[in-house]
Protein backbone atom coordinates (compact mmCIF):
# COMPACT_ATOMS: atom_id res chain seq x y z
CA UNK A 1 0.00 0.00 0.00
CA UNK A 2 1.40 3.40 -0.88
CA UNK A 3 1.68 6.02 2.13
CA UNK A 4 0.82 9.36 0.91
CA UNK A 5 1.10 12.32 2.89
CA UNK A 6 -0.34 16.20 2.14
CA UNK A 7 0.57 19.37 3.67
CA UNK A 8 0.02 22.81 3.09
CA UNK A 9 -3.19 23.45 4.65
CA UNK A 10 -4.23 26.44 6.48
CA UNK A 11 -6.45 29.86 7.20
CA UNK A 12 -5.91 32.41 4.77
CA UNK A 13 -8.39 35.02 3.56
CA UNK A 14 -10.54 35.21 0.13
CA UNK A 15 -8.13 35.96 -2.38
CA UNK A 16 -5.29 34.60 -0.38
CA UNK A 17 -2.84 31.71 -2.23
CA UNK A 18 -1.65 28.12 -0.84
CA UNK A 19 0.13 25.51 -1.98
CA UNK A 20 -0.69 22.14 -0.89
CA UNK A 21 2.02 19.15 -1.36
CA UNK A 22 1.70 15.31 -1.28
CA UNK A 23 4.39 13.40 -1.35
CA UNK A 24 4.04 9.66 -1.94
CA UNK A 25 6.04 6.71 -0.80
CA UNK A 26 7.03 3.40 -3.38
CA UNK A 27 8.75 3.67 -6.92
CA UNK A 28 6.21 3.84 -9.12
CA UNK A 29 5.14 7.55 -8.95
CA UNK A 30 6.36 8.14 -12.21
CA UNK A 31 3.81 6.07 -14.08
CA UNK A 32 0.84 7.18 -12.03
CA UNK A 33 -2.29 9.57 -12.16
CA UNK A 34 -2.07 11.18 -9.11
CA UNK A 35 -5.13 13.83 -8.41
CA UNK A 36 -6.67 16.19 -5.19
CA UNK A 37 -10.20 16.02 -4.35
CA UNK A 38 -11.40 17.95 -1.27
CA UNK A 39 -14.92 17.05 0.94
CA UNK A 40 -16.26 19.88 2.44
CA UNK A 41 -18.69 18.99 5.83
CA UNK A 42 -21.99 17.26 4.64
CA UNK A 43 -20.63 16.94 1.24
CA UNK A 44 -19.62 14.28 -0.84
CA UNK A 45 -15.82 14.33 -1.24
CA UNK A 46 -14.80 15.56 -5.08
CA UNK A 47 -12.66 16.33 -7.85
CA UNK A 48 -10.16 19.27 -7.96
CA UNK A 49 -7.83 18.27 -10.04
CA UNK A 50 -5.67 15.32 -11.75
CA UNK A 51 -2.42 14.83 -13.89
CA UNK A 52 -1.15 11.87 -15.38
CA UNK A 53 2.58 10.74 -15.88
CA UNK A 54 2.83 12.05 -18.82
CA UNK A 55 1.25 15.41 -17.46
CA UNK A 56 -2.25 15.74 -18.93
CA UNK A 57 -4.24 17.65 -16.51
CA UNK A 58 -8.10 18.19 -15.73
CA UNK A 59 -9.82 20.51 -13.07
CA UNK A 60 -13.08 20.46 -12.37
CA UNK A 61 -14.97 24.07 -13.38
CA UNK A 62 -15.01 25.74 -10.52
CA UNK A 63 -11.46 25.93 -9.82
CA UNK A 64 -10.19 26.52 -13.13
CA UNK A 65 -7.96 29.54 -13.88
CA UNK A 66 -7.23 29.41 -10.76
CA UNK A 67 -6.19 26.45 -9.16
CA UNK A 68 -3.16 24.12 -11.05
CA UNK A 69 -1.66 20.85 -10.62
CA UNK A 70 1.80 19.94 -10.97
CA UNK A 71 4.40 17.11 -10.60
CA UNK A 72 8.25 16.28 -9.41
CA UNK A 73 8.68 12.89 -9.59
CA UNK A 74 12.20 13.23 -8.98
CA UNK A 75 10.77 13.68 -5.40
CA UNK A 76 7.73 11.70 -5.34
CA UNK A 77 5.27 14.94 -4.51
CA UNK A 78 2.35 16.46 -6.33
CA UNK A 79 1.52 19.84 -5.62
CA UNK A 80 -1.61 21.94 -6.03
CA UNK A 81 -1.41 25.60 -6.56
CA UNK A 82 -4.45 27.21 -5.35
CA UNK A 83 -4.93 31.53 -6.48
CA UNK A 84 -7.51 33.99 -6.16
CA UNK A 85 -9.27 31.44 -3.14
CA UNK A 86 -12.87 31.64 -2.44
CA UNK A 87 -14.60 30.76 0.83
CA UNK A 88 -16.50 27.75 -1.11
CA UNK A 89 -13.13 26.37 -1.59
CA UNK A 90 -12.89 25.19 2.49
CA UNK A 91 -13.01 21.60 2.94
CA UNK A 92 -10.03 18.62 4.11
CA UNK A 93 -7.65 18.12 0.37
CA UNK A 94 -6.99 14.86 -0.44
CA UNK A 95 -4.85 13.13 -2.57
CA UNK A 96 -5.24 9.87 -4.53
CA UNK A 97 -2.73 7.73 -6.47
CA UNK A 98 -3.94 5.51 -8.84
CA UNK A 99 -2.03 3.28 -11.34
CA UNK A 100 -4.44 2.15 -14.76
CA UNK A 101 -7.29 2.85 -12.92
CA UNK A 102 -6.38 1.25 -9.60
CA UNK A 103 -6.77 2.85 -6.85
CA UNK A 104 -3.02 2.20 -4.49
CA UNK A 105 -3.62 4.94 -1.88
CA UNK A 106 -5.37 8.39 -0.42
CA UNK A 107 -4.04 10.54 2.12
CA UNK A 108 -4.92 11.44 5.56
CA UNK A 109 -6.25 14.71 4.23
CA UNK A 110 -5.28 18.43 5.00
CA UNK A 111 -7.85 21.59 5.93
CA UNK A 112 -7.78 23.95 3.96
CA UNK A 113 -9.93 26.84 5.45
CA UNK A 114 -10.86 30.27 3.35
CA UNK A 115 -12.21 33.05 5.44
CA UNK A 116 -14.43 36.18 3.68
Known amino acids: QVQLVESGGGLVQAGGSLRLSCTASGSAFS???MAWYRQAPGEQRDLVASITGGGSTTYADSVKGRFTISRDNAKNTVYLQMNSLKPEDTAVYYCRLTIA????GWGKGTQVTVSS
Do not use: A, E, P, R
Open 101 to 104: TLVH
Open 31 to 33: IST
